[in-house]
Structures are given as C-alpha cells and as structure tokens.
C-alpha cells in the first residue's frame, strides 16, 4: 500500500500518515487489486464475467471486423457457421510403372496422380475452403538381401516408400502443410524356421509436421490354423498453431494468452501420438 500526503508526496512512514490519508490509500489499492475484482483485473467481477460468458472474440484481422491487435468481441448466436456437405465429383489423371534395376538388385515402382479443384480448409477465406490442385509421387524400392550371420537360410526383405505432393494453388491461410511436403514409409522382415517366426520393424515419418511411427512386432505360426502376434506402436509428433478461421464454423470463444489468435492443429501422424501401445493377437483360422 503506498500512501501520499495533500501534496503528492509519498509518505514513507504509516506513523506520519493521518487516518483520512491511509483510508484513501486503501480505497485506492484495494482499486487495483490483482487478488479479486477490480480496476487491474475486471474479468474476476461477477458483472464482467457474465458479460464474458455470452460473447466471444474473432481474429484480429480487418476483414474478421477486427483490428491488427484485437478481434471483434460479439455474442455467441452472431457468430458461427453452416457446414455443407457435398459430394463432388473429382478428376484424376495418373498414370505407375514398374522396372527391375539390375546393377544394384533392387526393384522400383512409381506413380503419379493429379487431383484437380481439391477442397481445402483455409482460414483466410470467407467460406472456409479454398480449392486447389495436387500433384503427387510415390517411389517404392525394396530389395532382398542375405545377411548371413542373422539369418543363413532366408533373405532379409527391405523396403521405401517415399510419398511427395505439392500443392499448386496453396496459400498462407491453409491449415495443411505445404506447399510442398515428404513423407516416407521403411520396412524390413525376414523369416525363420521355415517362416514360423517373422520378425518385422516399419517406420514412417513425414518431414513438415515431424511426426513419425515405429511399429516393431513379432509373429510366430504354431500351426496352419492357429499364430500369436505381438508388436508395439510407438508414435511422435508436435501440435502446430495455425490461423484462426475469417468465420468458423464453432460460435467464438474467450483467447487469453500469446497466441489467443492461433489455433492449435495435429497434422498427420501427429493425430496418434498419444496412442502408443503394446498388442497380443491371436488368431485361430477355421
């Protein structure tokens, strides 16, 4: 509490101070007060916060009828959106090759696909969605190799996969990455006791969210009919801010913080992070 005389002056001692000084004094720190409600924090009143029950705040974005620094606050049934859904029709054009590489042992596969007018959700327009053009290429690569000492008798199988899209008329507002963007698929197994035991390892990982997976397991065939398979599945991954919707479809909310104007996104494999397991399957065929 800092207490001043009739004159301005800041009184150092609570004994020099007249009643009527420090009463004010109280008034005022009890004003600002970061405890409870007052001047320096109004949204802990009953009033205010009954006002910010029943109203949200947009992008602080002009065309959002925001400014450069603050949304637009409005009322929870003047914001929001309809969801249309539509099934349109898509045109693709693709074509695949496959060939054997002889030098190194190794067989390759491609394939090309163009999806023309593909639906996207992009922040930045009016409805939601933008449309744009997708390129996309797969190579795949495997090769089998004798690794004598793990396994004289079969050959370890190793296998790439590696899928690349571009987006042609990608834009800032897209919550998917791009425009460019990898992701790539490696698997290895091999088999033991004439194929009983069939050890397998695959990883994936796609470079613009960094979310990978690891899925190690291990199956074993007691006879035709009945086999036991256990194996893990190890994910990772990073949430990502990205731009909040011109007009969302959910009514808006009250934001606090550094990055109230963002909204947080799981790309990809991301989505499975948190979903990490360890599996036991049997399976009985009859």
């Excluded at 004094?25 to 924090?41: D, F, M, N, P, T």
């Excluded at 042992?105 to 023309?116: A, H, V």
């Excluded at 639906?119 to 053009?133: A, E, I, L, R, Y």
């Excluded at 035991?197 to 990978?212: A, I, W």
């Amino acid at each position: 509490m800092i207490i001043f005389d009739d004159d301005g002056r800041r009184i150092r001692r609570l004994d020099d101070a007249t009643p009527e000084q420090i009463a004010a004094a109280q008034i005022i720190s009890g004003a600002w007060s970061y405890e409870r409600c007052s001047l320096a924090k109004p949204f802990l009143c009953r009033n205010v916060k009954g006002f910010l029950g029943v109203a949200g705040v947009g992008r602080n974005a002009p065309r959002a009828g925001g400014s450069r620094l603050f949304g637009r606050r409005d009322f929870l049934w003047h914001t929001g959106g309809e969801l249309v859904l539509r099934y349109a029709r898509r045109n693709v054009f693709g074509f695949s090759a496959d060939f054997a590489e002889d030098y190194t042992k190794t067989n390759w596969g491609m394939e090309f696909t163009y999806f023309g007018d593909m639906p996207f959700q992009d922040s930045d327009s009016g409805n939601n969605v933008s449309d744009s053009g997708t390129l996309n290429l797969t190579i795949s690569v495997d090769r089998p190799t004798f690794i004598n000492f793990l396994n004289a008798n079969r050959t370890f199988f190793f296998n790439s996969q590696w899928f690349f899209s571009y987006l042609t008329d990608y834009e800032n507002g897209f919550t998917t990455n791009g425009p460019f963007n990898v992701l790539f698929t490696f698997a290895v197994f091999t088999g033991y006791f004439q194929d009983r035991l069939l050890p397998t390892m695959v990883t994936v990982y796609d470079f613009n969210s960094r979310s990978g997976g690891f899925l190690p397991s291990v199956a074993y065939r007691f006879t035709e009919a009945f086999s036991v398979t256990i194996g893990s599945s190890f994910f990772i991954g990073h949430r990502q801010l990205v731009k909040m919707p011109i007009n969302g479809f959910a009514p808006n909310t009250n934001r606090i913080g550094d990055h109230k104007y963002k909204d947080p996104s799981e790309q990809l494999l991301t989505n499975f992070m948190n979903r990490d397991e360890v599996y036991l399957r049997l399976r009985w065929t009859f």
